[in-house]
T-cell receptor
């Protein structure tokens, strides 16, 4: 089946630093990748939709300058949390699909970010 | 706009009981996909089922079954003879076109925490 990887699986960083999270589709080309954020005991909130070769589309309320998304190739998207603060601590999950219409959406294992 | 509502925040049952998780969705699109995912404590989402909007056939997979009714915009999930290992958070999700753009997006419901007691 389709596999999506995320790296790192967990990261601890100091307040003020930037953290980059990678999302890769290992055995398919992802036309679209999605980035989600999940706080404890809450649902997955869509942060942005990333299409290869074009700018990411951010959901309302998500700071573009804080959460930089780059979808440089059909198999790689990156999320950079810039100048991280403790409130950015969360579980970040990416997903990818090779289709536009959502026939199949595949999820990465998630990255747990802790900002101290 | 698209929306998914899971009315049950938490459900607690005793092993071997049947349990149904409700999901109601909203979308203006005629073509869309509905999903159910399981999220165990590890956090990694486990895909359970996908159903497209043109296929209203109910589906059974072992102890799991799904009832899709377009007339009521519902896609409910039933676990028969629940087991302790079924304890997890379950999410219903909708993939639809994001208001006419070329690419759609996947929207999640709030999730239902299922606890199965021995």
């Amino acid at each position: 089946g389709a596999v999506v990887s995320q790296h790192p699986s967990w990261v601890i960083c100091k307040s003020g630093t930037s953290v980059k999270i990678e999302c890769r589709s290992l055995d398919f080309q992802a036309t679209t990748m999605f980035w989600y954020r999940q706080f404890p005991k809450q649902s997955l909130m869509l942060m942005a939709t990333s299409n290869e070769g074009s700018k990411a589309t951010y959901e309302q309320g998500v700071e573009k300058d804080k959460f930089l998304i780059n979808h440089a190739s059909l198999t790689l998207s990156t999320l950079t949390v810039t100048s991280a603060h403790p409130e950015d601590s969360s579980f970040y999950i990416c997903s990818a699909t090779p289709w536009r219409e959502g026939r199949g959406v595949y999820f990465g294992p998630g990255t747990r970010l802790t900002v101290t | 706009a698209q929306k998914v509502t899971q009315a049950q925040t938490e459900i607690s049952v005793v092993e071997k009981e049947d349990v149904t998780l409700d999901c109601v969705y909203e979308t203006r699109d005629t073509t869309y996909y509905l999903f159910w995912y399981k999220q165990p404590p590890s956090g990694e989402l486990v895909f359970l089922i996908r159903r497209n909007s043109f296929d209203e056939q109910n589906e059974i997979s072992g102890r799991y079954s799904w009832n899709f009714q377009k007339s009521t915009s519902s896609f409910n999930f039933t676990i028969t003879a629940s087991q302790v290992v079924d304890s997890a958070v379950y999410f219903c999700a909708l993939f639809a076109n994001a208001g006419g753009t070329s690419y759609g997006k996947l929207t999640f419901g709030q999730g239902t925490i299922l606890t199965v007691h021995p």
